[in-house]
């Protein structure tokens, strides 16, 4: 089977049983999004060599790639499709994962005083930027609900992965001794 098709030349592609629609749909854009954090994510995941202290958060960058995969399938495949029952649908227990995670993570974070400025260490400032990929596959995925039927739980789980990754950026700048990059207030009579 040769890696090309031919068949999206003309702008279009196909839903996992369904029609063919613009590569610029609204569920294109929103599962394709999914598809660039999962991307971004395994940049993350190459940035976290072995000698990085922050090792420690490379089982759980993989599980979420792999739940992303099924994330981008979800909202792949329309409601009532022919392939429905291929498809794992996320659910409760994915999101629960989730909160788990951030739980464990988080929990040997310090108390935030102010707000955190993407940086600190390469792998910090990268989840910082899955993070913000996540926030927009979220507000594509509120936009394709507002047109068509989708799992709702697809919202929540966006939600709850962007905070996992804000957790994980900290705690990658932890586990390297390196602090968070404190968000500084306007000084008004410097300019700055």
Excluded at 20 to 30: H, I, M, P, Q
Excluded at 106 to 121: L, Q, R
């Amino acid at each position: 089977m040769k890696l090309y098709t031919k068949t999206g030349d003309d702008g279009s592609t196909g839903l996992f049983g369904a029609e063919r629609v613009s590569k610029d749909d609204l569920r294109v854009n929103a599962y394709g999004t999914v598809d660039e954090l999962n991307a971004s994510l395994g940049v993350a995941l190459a940035i976290l060599s072995d000698g990085n202290p922050a090792i420690s958060l490379k089982s759980s960058l993989e599980a979420m790639q792999s739940r992303l995969f099924d994330l981008g399938a979800d909202l792949a495949t329309p409601s009532n499709s022919q392939h429905e029952d291929k498809v794992h649908r996320i659910d409760e227990s994915n999101i629960r994962w989730l909160e788990n995670q951030i739980d464990i993570i988080d929990v040997d974070n310090a108390v935030m005083t102010n707000f955190v400025m993407p940086g600190g260490t390469s792998l910090a400032a990268h989840l910082h930027l899955c993070r913000t990929i996540a926030r927009r596959a979220e507000r594509l995925v509120v936009t394709l609900a507002g047109h068509e039927p989708i799992n709702q739980l697809t919202l929540v789980y966006l939600n709850r992965i962007s905070d996992l990754l804000f957790a994980m950026a900290r705690a990658a700048n932890r586990l390297n001794g390196v602090p968070d990059v404190p968000w500084q207030k306007s000084e008004t009579d410097t300019g700055i």
